[in-house]
């Protein structure tokens, strides 16, 4: 089969294309994909450039998506010709989360799916969207649950609500098209006044350049009578965190998401106290969490946003594409 291996030390120039045995037929319990396509996020390219990120020669990426060629003996949930996706945290089946690392999880603690063909444990996938494309379906493994479980498992979403989203990669994308979907309004920041006209067509409410506007949670108040976002979601980290507190309403939730200014820093402990708000980590979410989206998406017909596709073969430069940051939505691998 082929694959891509990332070979110590790291580092996109040591992405190396290579062709391994064949899997074979699947055992008890197990399914074996044709995968299709893949998607990149943040985390992969983390893995793939952070030195010592990930073991010698793993397999890298998250998300993967295809057909069932064959199932193993236990299997009634799948059948050969069936489309699926896989999960994030296999690991994570349903309720709360059992592990708080990424050793389980698919492109870093164990192999992913930049490689044609994997046998692996049936309860790693699930169907995917009845009209969706392979391509389309692998933008939902990372990107699209984390947005999902952001707004609707844990902000418990209602028409009505005010949702801030920063910035327009494949999570923000996602967290606007399902806010839409329900009902909500949606204030978005970029650091590109084009991106952000690309997002009033796709129905954000209100547009915020970040860069132009620094105080950006002021600014959220601003847009909503003073009251605030009833949810934030909050993918800068530490940079970020304090216009997030300033931005949430009284009671709002802040779906703590991202690290795109880094791994720690200050939090105004007393700012989030007196606005009384939830600051919620998040990693990705559960198997059952990503059916219960994929029925959501089924019933809304809601699209995925793909900036651009790259081969298998490219995925060092889909990273370095990646890593200029012109990209809007979901960057997609085709397999
Ligand atoms: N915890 C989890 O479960 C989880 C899951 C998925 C992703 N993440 C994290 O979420 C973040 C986004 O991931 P992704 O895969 O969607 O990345 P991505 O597609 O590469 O998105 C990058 C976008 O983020 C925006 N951005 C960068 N710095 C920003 C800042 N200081 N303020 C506001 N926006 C900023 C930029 O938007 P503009 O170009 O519009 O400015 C950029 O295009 C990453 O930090 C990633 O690690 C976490």
């Not at 699947?26 to 992969?44: C, E, F, M, T, W």
């Not at 391509?135 to 902000?155: F, Y």
């Not at 606005?275 to 019933?299: N, T």
Request: glycine content about 14%; some cysteine.
């Amino acid at each position: 089969m082929k694959a891509i291996l990332l070979r110590a030390p790291g580092g996109l120039e040591n992405l190396k294309q290579t062709n391994l045995e064949d899997p074979g037929s699947p055992k008890q319990g197990q399914i074996r994909v044709r995968l299709h396509a893949s998607s990149l996020n943040y985390h992969d390219y983390n893995v793939a450039t952070i030195p010592g990120s990930a073991t010698d020669g793993r397999i890298p990426l998250s998300d993967g998506a295809g057909v069932v060629e064959e199932v193993g003996e236990g299997v009634a949930e799948f059948k050969p010709g069936d489309c699926v996706v896989s999960c994030f945290s296999p690991a994570w089946q349903l309720g709360r989360p059992p592990v708080r690392d990424f050793s389980s999880v698919p492109g870093d603690g164990v192999d992913g799916y930049a490689r044609d063909v994997v046998v692996s444990a049936a309860n790693s996938f699930t169907q995917a969207p009845r009209s969706y494309t392979h391509a389309e379906a692998a933008t939902l493994t990372t990107a699209g649950l984390t947005a999902w479980r952001a707004l609707v498992v844990e902000g418990r979403i209602q028409a009505g609500d005010t949702v801030l989203v920063p910035g327009t990669g494949g999570v923000s994308i996602f967290a606007l098209q399902f806010a839409k979907r329900m009902g909500a309004t949606v204030i978005i920041t970029s650091s590109s006044d084009e991106k952000l006209k690309r997002a009033t067509a796709l129905g954000a409410d209100h547009t915020i350049n970040y860069k132009a506007c620094p105080e950006w949670g002021r600014r959220v108040l601003d847009l909503t009578g003073g009251r605030g976002a009833d949810h934030v979601i909050e993918l800068g980290g530490p940079g970020t965190l304090t216009q997030s507190i300033e931005a949430v309403r009284l009671g709002g939730l802040i779906a703590l998401i991202g690290v795109h200014t880094g791994w720690g820093g200050h939090v105004p402990t007393v700012q989030l106290m007196a606005k009384q708000a939830r600051l919620q980590g998040i990693i990705v979410g559960s198997r059952m969490q990503q059916i219960e989206m994929i029925r959501g998406i089924d019933a809304t017909g809601l699209k995925p946003v793909i900036d651009r596709h790259f081969g298998l073969e490219e995925l060092a430069d889909a990273f370095r594409y990646q890593a200029q940051g012109s990209h809007f939505g979901k960057i997609g691998i085709q397999i």
